[in-house]
DNA sequence: CACGTCACCTGCGTGC
DNA sequence: TGCACGCAGGTGACGT
């Protein structure tokens, strides 16, 4: 599920239920979801920790802990859930935190619960480490930061010789866009996924910063997108531009979506609205 | 440096 | 019903 509005919507969701608590144990049902460090030094290193802040960095999950970091990454089909301490796991738990009940001045029940990491295709994966550099230090600007200005985003187009949306999918160039809002971006500025970096305009560059912060904001306000058998609770899917309509009406001009593959990945564009 | 291909995984929808 | 296939919100390691 996750581009930047839904690990957003995950960590809001979060927040208020795991700041105060104590990581009591770590439960690894699959070894490989902890990248780093080994399967041993995680459980032993993050028990005993207290969960300080709940944030977001790009499409990871930050858990500032009392001595260390933890950060997640979902991939393609990774959930937090919150479960009822001890309730059985489901089936794709791959990995599960108990935690205590909060601290007093915490305001969540006063009661220990679970979050379990269900990951169904297993790419997800988990970081602790005192230095979130380490994990982080490659990314690109976030697209909600003000950092993120249009006349900078125009020079590292140009920068690049390169396809549009490839360059924005590449998470060192900017962090947090995915397949489905990169789409509808590119679709609300106008612009055609093929389009070569080099040849954007000033003009064009500010109105795909604009798209994309505006979309971004969009998935964020409607909680993100739900699809498939992943839920959760978000509605953004039902207000898709291009996103998974093939032959469906252009929202702007009516022609039939069309869909293309660039970069290995399923491409939705309007041919009018849209040319290269 | 840019781009293509494959690998990592499971499950769902489609068509025969 | 079974089975093959294509597809999926991500990323990293290769080779050319």
Redesign the pocket.
Same mark, same amino acid.
């Given at each position: +599920?996750?581009?930047l509005p839904?690990v957003e919507t995950i960590a809001r969701s979060l927040r208020p239920e795991l700041i105060g608590r104590t990581i009591l144990a770590a439960e690894v049902r699959w070894p490989?979801t902890v990248a780093s460090p080994s399967v041993r030094g995680f459980k032993e290193r993050v028990q005993g920790q207290v969960i300080q802040q709940v944030g977001r960095r790009? @499409?990871?999950l930050h858990i500032q802990l009392s001595s260390s970091n933890l950060l997640i990454?979902?991939? +393609? &089909?990774g959930d937090l859930q919150i479960r009822s301490a001890q309730s059985r796991p489901e @089936? $794709?738990d791959r990995l599960i935190l108990h935690l205590s009940a909060p601290s007093s001045q915490a305001t969540a029940p006063a009661s220990p619960i679970d979050l379990a990491f269900n990951d169904?295709? @297993?790419?997800g994966r988990v970081w602790l480490t005192a230095d979130i550099h380490e994990v982080l230090g490659?990314l690109g600007p976030e697209p909600l930061s003000r950092a993120f200005t249009p006349q900078r985003f125009h020079d590292a187009l140009r920068? $690049?010789?390169?396809?549009l949306k490839?360059?924005l999918?590449d998470?060192?160039f900017l962090a947090g866009? /995915?397949?489905?809002?990169t789409d509808e971006a590119l679709h609300l500025a106008k612009l055609h996924p093929l389009a070569?970096?080099h040849d954007v305009t000033a003009r064009q560059a500010w109105r795909l910063h604009t798209a994309i912060r505006l979309i971004l904001r969009e998935g964020i306000r409607r909680n993100?997108? &739900?699809?498939?058998? !992943?839920?959760?609770g /978000?509605d953004?899917?039902n207000h898709f531009r291009v996103?998974?309509r093939l032959g469906q009406p252009c929202p702007v001009c009516g022609t039939a979506i069309r869909?293309l !593959? !660039? /970069?290995?990945?399923?491409t939705h564009v309007c041919p009018k609205c849209q040319r290269v």
């Open positions: +599920m996750p581009e839904e490989r790009a @499409k990871f990454h979902l991939r +393609m &089909s @089936k $794709h169904t295709r @297993k790419f490659n920068a $690049h010789r390169r396809q490839p360059l999918l998470q060192t866009l /995915g397949n489905i809002y070569p970096t993100g997108a &739900s699809i498939d058998w !992943v839920y959760r /978000g953004f899917q996103y998974g869909r !593959v !660039v /970069g290995q990945r399923g």
